[in-house]
């Protein structure tokens, strides 16, 4: 009787319908929680999810802030969409280490104007040091963070985002979308603070990233050798003539008031004598400034990228590099077309995006015309220099 009474409790117990659905609600929640859980974990591991707080900032979000807060607001920000790798971050900051006192605003010395060349999000907050966490992939996904290695160099304006973007299409390779400029200027804050930056990368997986300035920062061989003697180093250079042009053409969108490009050009205009304290001239003149790395690196451990042909035939400058770089060559043909509005090659499908995507509006600007004889002049000036780095280099870039 007493069993019997038990047991029709029980059973009303179990078959009451609050409770019914009580249950059915709390396996719910159990299966979101664990789909949760699953979801952030796969989101973690995925290579391509790269976000710093320039990006984070571009879209509007608070993702970088995020990225260096507690666990759980972390977790938020990893389920959130993720914003594009590309997306305007074409950084650039102005050169700044060509430099005399009197042209620092048009050697683009960052200190006397920010220029934050195409980073349109960071303009206005006044030069500072990447913050750790801020530049590179989530913080808790599976891998480590790695020093790089593999750097892009150089040169300002030579097309080294266009590379770069491009690479990052290669599941083996993690770059950081900003520019570090550590080894010129944040060298003090240390290796461990540059590590921070860089993204997890797995097994196999090459850390990269590119600071233009590099190239023509004196103590920047010595600083990356200390790193590692194998440091691999990527050198895009481009017609020193039109790398000038693109240059001032920079400097001229932030400044309009700024002088004339001829009257840059010249300390006389009479004589013809060209003004190499500009930085705009002066970065051009490749061969003094790869004699710098040559001391302190083998040629064999650089490569130079033709910008030119980095436009013209995209997958053949990237198949050198992936070779360089010791991987299999999956960046092919396919995966660019020539955008006619753009003017330059693009992407059929970004990293981490099933969309086409080409770089931003401050890669591919519009010249300014120069008059011809000043170009002849520049032509004539940059030719030994020239001369001198296809001897060096084994490779006849075709510009003169
Ligand atoms: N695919 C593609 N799309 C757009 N632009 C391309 C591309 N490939 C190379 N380039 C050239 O890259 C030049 C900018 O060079 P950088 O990215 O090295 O500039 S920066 O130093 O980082 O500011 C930029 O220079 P300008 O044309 O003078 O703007 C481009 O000519």
């Known amino acids: 009787m007493e069993y019997s009474l038990v047991c029709h409790n029980l059973y009303a117990f179990s078959f009451s319908p609050v409770k019914n659905k009580l249950f059915l609600l709390g396996i719910m929640f159990l299966l979101w929680v664990y789909m949760l859980y699953s979801c952030v974990g796969y989101c973690a591991t995925m290579p391509s999810l790269v976000v710093d707080n320039y990006r ?223 930085s705009a001239i002066q970065i051009g003149i490749y061969a003094k400034h790869l004699d710098n790395w040559l001391q302190y690196f083998p040629m064999g451990q650089i490569l130079f990228v033709s910008g030119e042909r980095l436009i013209s035939d995209p997958a053949g400058e990237l198949g050198r590099v992936q070779d360089f770089l010791g991987l299999k060559r999956i960046i092919t043909d396919k995966h660019f077309y020539f955008n006619q509005t753009k003017g330059f090659p693009c992407l059929k499908k970004a990293e981490g995006s099933s969309k086409p995507h080409c770089l931003g509006k401050t890669k591919g600007r519009t010249h300014p015309n120069i008059h011809p004889e000043v170009v002849q002049r520049l032509r004539d000036f940059y030719r030994p220099f020239n001369m001198k780095f296809y001897q060096m280099t084994g490779h006849n870039f075709g510009w003169d």
Not at 58 to 69: D, L, Q, Y
Not at 96 to 113: E, G, I, M, W
Not at 211 to 227: G, L, Q
Not at 269 to 278: A, E, K, M
């Open 56 to 278: 984070g900032k571009e879209t509007g979000s608070v993702v970088g802030k995020r990225i260096e807060n507690n666990g759980r607001v972390d977790l938020m920000s990893r389920l959130l969409p993720r914003p594009q790798p590309w997306v305007d971050i074409e950084s650039d900051y102005d050169e700044p280490s060509v430099r005399t006192s009197s042209r620092d605003l048009l050697n683009n010395d960052v200190d006397a104007y920010r220029g934050a060349e195409d980073w349109d999000e960071m303009r206005g907050e006044g030069q500072r040091a990447p913050e750790p966490g801020a530049m590179s992939s989530f913080s808790n996904g599976s891998g480590s963070k790695k020093l790089p290695q593999a750097i892009i160099i150089g040169v300002k304006k030579g097309g080294t985002r266009a590379l770069l973007e491009f690479l990052r299409v290669h599941p083996d390779i993690r770059a950081v979308g900003a520019e570090p400029h550590f080894f010129d200027r944040n060298y003090e804050n240390g290796l461990e603070w540059y590590r921070e930056l860089m993204p997890k990368t797995l097994e196999g997986q090459i850390t990269m990233e590119k600071t233009p300035s590099y190239f023509v920062t004196r103590e920047a061989p010595a600083r990356i050798s200390t790193m590692s003697r194998d440091t691999k180093l990527i050198v895009v250079v481009r017609d020193p003539v039109t790398r000038a042009i693109s240059d001032y053409t920079q400097t001229l969108s932030k400044n309009p008031d700024i002088p004339t490009f001829e009257s840059l050009t010249f300390k006389n205009r009479t004589t013809g004598l060209i003004d190499t304290s500009w």
